[in-house]
């Protein structure tokens, strides 16, 4: 499903950019291009970016990764 008509941006591509490391708005604007025209397509691809980046920390590699940063930080 199109996310972002202006530049073709489905929402799978909007996915794994999110899991490719893009964890912010201006990440998607930067890598994909989203919201960069009419901005209509803004708060739909601010609901994947924010419903992806959950289902991504319920992945055991995230949580291992969380666990080391609260080694170091200790
Ligand atoms: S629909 Fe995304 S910028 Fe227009």
Do not use: N
């Amino acid at each position: 499903m199109y996310v972002c008509v202006c530049k073709g941006i489905t929402e799978s591509a909007l996915r794994e950019a999110i899991y490719q490391g893009a964890d912010r708005m201006r990440d998607l604007k930067a890598t994909l291009g989203v919201a960069e025209q009419c901005g209509i397509c803004a708060c739909h691809a601010k609901q994947v970016l924010d419903q992806t980046l959950v289902q991504k920390s319920k992945l055991p590699d995230f949580i291992s990764q969380s666990a080391c940063m609260c080694e170091t930080a200790a």
